[in-house]
């Protein structure tokens, strides 16, 4: 079993920055991690996803050039470093792990969640 743990949300105004972290615990873990976010009355999507060694990265087209997903494998850590944030990035953010090593990008793929971080962008 592995237990993710997300930090860094809060509220922030447009233009400004945020770094969302997420620590995995647990058995040893070997997956592709992701970043997902949902807002208000819409379907989860993938924000950033990473695979297991860190070369395949991909970026959801709104945020490519904002934000920038990165992994630490001796640490268990992922990170979404996001920038210029808008409002319509306002959502609860959740961290995810895969049992897969290769790039994954639907919720699908992926076994284990966090409990969510509450990001707000001001308008």
């Known amino acids: 079993q592995v237990q993710l743990v997300e930090s860094g949300g809060g509220l922030v105004q447009a233009g400004g920055s945020l770094r969302l972290s997420c620590a995995a615990s647990?058995?040893?873990?070997?997956?592709?991690m992701g970043w997902f976010r949902q807002a208000p009355g819409k379907e989860r999507e993938v924000v950033a996803a990473?695979?297991?060694?860190?070369?395949?990265?991909y970026y959801t087209d709104s945020v490519k050039g904002r934000f920038t997903i990165s992994r630490d494998n001796a640490k268990s850590t992922v990170d979404l470093q996001m920038n210029s944030l808008k409002p319509e990035d306002t959502a609860v953010y959740y961290c995810?792990?895969?049992?897969?090593?290769?790039?994954?990008?639907?919720?699908?793929?992926?076994?284990?969640w966090g409990q969510g971080t509450q990001v707000t962008v001001s308008s």
């Open positions: 990473i695979s297991w060694i860190g070369g395949n990265i």
């Open positions: 995810a792990a895969a049992r897969i090593a290769n790039l994954a990008t639907s919720p699908d793929r992926y076994t284990y």
């Open positions: 647990g058995r040893t873990f070997t997956g592709a």
